[in-house]
Every structure is written in structure tokens, then in C-alpha cells.
């Protein structure tokens, strides 16, 4: 049973273009509410969760997401997740997520050095997480698209045995069939890390756009088990 709407924020950073996708999602297939941030806000509301959707912001100029990382609002985005506030950083989310140090790591340009979009299978590595305790059977890949130049996550491998030894790893690419494997990789990620978590839980940073898969039309309805996992948790 549904008890209230939850109340999402969706930061927008000159060259976002994937939060109009957010907002969809959010508004017309979760049936919950949420506004629109602008980058130059210092202070945030109670909100259950604030999204930092996909695009180019800053024209990805310097460096995905180091510019971003500077805005007013994402000291107000750090304080929110030091609180335990739940946090999603999708593709150019995830970097700016990267670039501002709450998740570790750095993302490089495709090991093919050219732009990729298409739909690719994640492995759930960890479904006890407030991102992913709807996806039940974890041997089944979810469909979900990736569109990206710069999505080859790179850790140095203290923190890449970390990662893995506390379960901070949420997703991986994979084949058809649930296999890890270098042919699964569409960008060259250590590990064919998709997607990750910081050490208290509250924050996720993922390459591929769950946005754009929760509705049959568009192919998959896969994304809509992180957005309704959030939903549980809080």
C-alpha cells in the first residue's frame, strides 16, 4: 500500500538534458512529485531523494562533471548525503558524483574512444541496498540503455578491493545470460563495473540511464525496480 507521493529533487546543470526523462519517470510512471533544481540554489529542501540526471553539463567541458562539482548546490547536495539523504547520480550524474567526492573513482573515455548508445544487461552484484531490493532474482540481467563517451570507470586497486570487499559494487555489465565477461564490456570499465555505492549505502552513481527504461514502450521497464526500490526503502 502506497502511504504518501515521495518528493524528488532533479538538480538541472547548464547542458543537462536527461532531466525532463527524470521528471517523466518520476511524475507520470511513479505517479510521485518532483521539482527541478538550477545549479547556482545553495540550499536544498526536505527531500526524499535528489536525482543528478544524465547530459553534459558545463558542456563536459575540462573535464565530465569538474566543473559541476563547483555549483552552489552541490555542497548542499554533499551535506544532504552526509545526512544519510538518498542521492542517484545517472551518467553525467555519476561523474559529477566522481568529481565531488562522494563516490570514488574517476571515469575515462571508452576504450573505443567513440560515443556508444544501446541497450546493455547489468548484473545486480548486491540487492540489499535501498537502490536495488526490488530486483528479487539477482541471476536475471536487467535491460537498461547506456549513452555515453566517458563511462570506463577506472579505480586504482586498493580501492577497487575495497569496493568489492564491502559489497559497493551494485552492477555490472554482463552478457544475455547473467556471465561477467570482456565481450559484456561496451567501455572497457575495471571489472565491468556499471554502477556503485558509497560505504554507508545512501548514494549511488550508475552509467546506464534506468530513466529510460520503465515504461514497455520503451523497451524495458527494468529501470523502474531502482526507482520503486527508493520507494521502499524510505
Known amino acids: 500500500m502506497r502511504n504518501r507521493n515521495l518528493t524528488y529533487a532533479v538538480v538541472r546543470f547548464p547542458g543537462s538534458n536527461c532531466d525532463y526523462d527524470t521528471f517523466n519517470t518520476i511524475t507520470n510512471v511513479l505517479g510521485d512529485k518532483a521539482d527541478f533544481l538550477w545549479h547556482n540554489q545553495d540550499k536544498i529542501a526536505n527531500y526524499d531523494c ?25 555542497e548542499a547536495v554533499i551535506n544532504y ?8 547520480g ?17 571515469l575515462l573515455k571508452n576504450k573505443q574512444h567513440r560515443f556508444i548508445c544501446k ?25 537498461i540503455p547506456i549513452a555515453h563517451f566517458d563511462g570506463n570507470y577506472y579505480a ?4 577497487y578491493q575495497e569496493l568489492e570487499k ?21 567501455n572497457g570499465s575495471i571489472g565491468n563495473v556499471a554502477g556503485i555505492i558509497n560505504k ?3 548514494v549511488l552513481g550508475m552509467m546506464p540511464h534506468p ?16 526507482f520503486e526500490s527508493i520507494r521502499n526503502f524510505i
Open 166 to 186: 564491502n559489497n559497493q559494487i551494485i552492477f555490472r555489465y554482463c552478457d544475455e545470460n547473467g556471465k561477467v565477461s570482456e565481450e559484456a564490456n561496451p
Open 200 to 202: 554507508k549505502g545512501n
Open 211 to 226: 530513466e529510460r527504461a520503465t515504461e514497455k514502450l520503451l523497451g524495458s521497464q527494468d529501470g523502474k525496480m531502482i
Open 156 to 159: 586504482d586497486d586498493d580501492v
Open 81 to 88: 548525503a552526509e545526512k544519510g539523504g538518498i542521492v542517484i
Open 119 to 143: 541497450y546493455v544487461n547489468l548484473k545486480c552484484e548486491n540487492n540489499n541496498t535501498a537502490f536495488t531490493k526490488n530486483i528479487v532474482d539477482v541471476n536475471k540481467p536487467i535491460k
Open 90 to 106: 545517472i551518467c553525467n550524474g555519476f561523474q559529477v558524483l566522481l568529481e565531488s567526492g562522494l563516490l570514488p573513482g574517476a
Open 50 to 74: 535528489i536525482v543528478l540526471p544524465g547530459g553534459f553539463s558545463y558542456g563536459d567541458y575540462l573535464r565530465c562533471g569538474a566543473i559541476a562539482r563547483f555549483s552552489p548546490i552541490m
